[in-house]
């Protein structure tokens, strides 16, 4: 596998390695990973074709004859399945194990363990790259914003965008939408760039996220099962709000799962939250501290399965998000908090 290194993952898909006929891109931030791919298939010039994740599943074979098949009209195309785990490791297999490939294939999964045979499958081939995708923190945070804030034509400061992005939880999918709606606010085109403001921010900001993402996500993992009712109950519906509420829950899993490991290789909790220093907002101190108490890493990872799953079955086409799904899964996870 060619594992692309943090900050090296640009020259890799700019620059595509004809050897490399699997890019798998997963992790938490979502967005970032479906950013990739799109980047991916700029640098090829290649068209994309869907392949649906459960036909590979029933046909493991599906995937490697659809990328050894030749374009009938001549031009690159990149087969691209989303959304993506386990189900297609076996269809993974017989991609790596064709004598050729016409045509690459994009893979863009959500949060996969270390157990994960579909990340096995792409770490033990040398014609696969795989990249884990993060979302960004601080100052890496605010340039991600200017960043896709330009693509719409905005000129942003690094105090809006700040708050573009605490208000987004960092999330690059759910930045890409608001600054959507900004830039139709102003005026804003490439062919026109225009200023972002706060005063645009506090007009159209009303319909922004407003943090609860993860608010909800650590009351249900605090085991506060009264408060995660009825902040389930303020939701929508329609479910709109469930993949950024399972995205927060991702995050501070990834947050949790090293801190819970120093805290069974012998140090204390107290310790480790202090050794934390100014990266820890001070008033997350004693809720992670409390988090880190109930939780050991087995179940952080199941934990974190769970979300993986859930989150695949909601981006499914068929499957449009459910307030409902959302609310049954965080109030599980709030009984299982309560019995350890």
């Not at 943090?6 to 700019?14: K, Q, S």
């Not at 599906?62 to 098949?69: H, K, N, P």
């Not at 399972?246 to 947050?255: E, K």
């Not at 809720?287 to 769970?306: C, F, M, P």
Request: proline share 5%.
């Amino acid at each position: 596998m060619v594992k692309a290194a943090r900050g090296g993952i640009g020259r890799a898909l700019d620059q595509p390695d004809p050897a490399i006929r699997l890019y798998l891109f997963h992790g938490p931030d979502e967005g970032q990973s479906r950013a990739l791919g799109e980047r991916l298939l700029k640098a090829l010039g290649a068209g994309r074709f869907l392949v649906n994740a459960s036909a590979i599943r029933s046909d493991p074979a599906l995937l490697a004859d659809e990328a050894g098949a030749m374009n009938l009209f001549g031009e690159p195309r990149a087969i691209w399945v989303q959304p993506a785990g386990d189900e297609i490791a076996e269809g993974v297999d017989a991609l790596l194990a064709a004598p050729v490939a016409e045509s690459p294939v994009i893979v863009i999964a959500g949060v996969l363990r270390k157990t994960s045979a579909l990340l096995k499958a792409a770490e033990a081939d040398p014609h696969a790259l795989a990249n884990a995708s993060y979302a960004p923190e601080g100052v890496n945070a605010e340039r991600m914003v200017i960043d896709v804030g330009r693509a719409h034509g905005l000129r942003i400061s690094a105090g809006v965008a700040a708050r573009v992005a605490d208000s987004c939880g960092n999330d690059q999918a759910i930045v890409g939408q608001e600054l959507a709606k900004l830039a139709l606010y102003v005026g804003a085109s490439t062919e026109a760039p225009k200023e972002l403001d706060h005063d645009a921010l506090d007009a159209v900001g009303a319909d922004m996220p407003e943090g609860n993402f993860l608010r909800l996500a650590d009351l249900a993992l605090a085991g506060d099962m009264s408060a995660v009712a009825d902040e389930c109950a303020r939701l929508s519906p329609a479910g709109g709000e469930a993949i950024p509420v399972i995205r927060s829950l991702q995050r501070r899993l990834l947050m949790l799962a090293p801190l819970r490991a120093r805290v069974e290789a012998g140090e204390r909790s107290n310790a480790v939250m202090t050794s934390m220093g100014k990266s820890l907002f001070w008033k997350d101190k004693s809720l992670l501290e409390g988090l880190l108490e109930i939780w050991d890493s087995r179940g952080l990872e199941t934990v974190a399965e769970r979300a993986g799953k859930l989150e695949r079955h909601l981006l499914r086409a068929d499957s449009p998000p459910s307030a409902e799904a959302l609310g049954e899964e965080l109030m599980a996870i709030g009984r299982a908090a309560r019995k350890r």
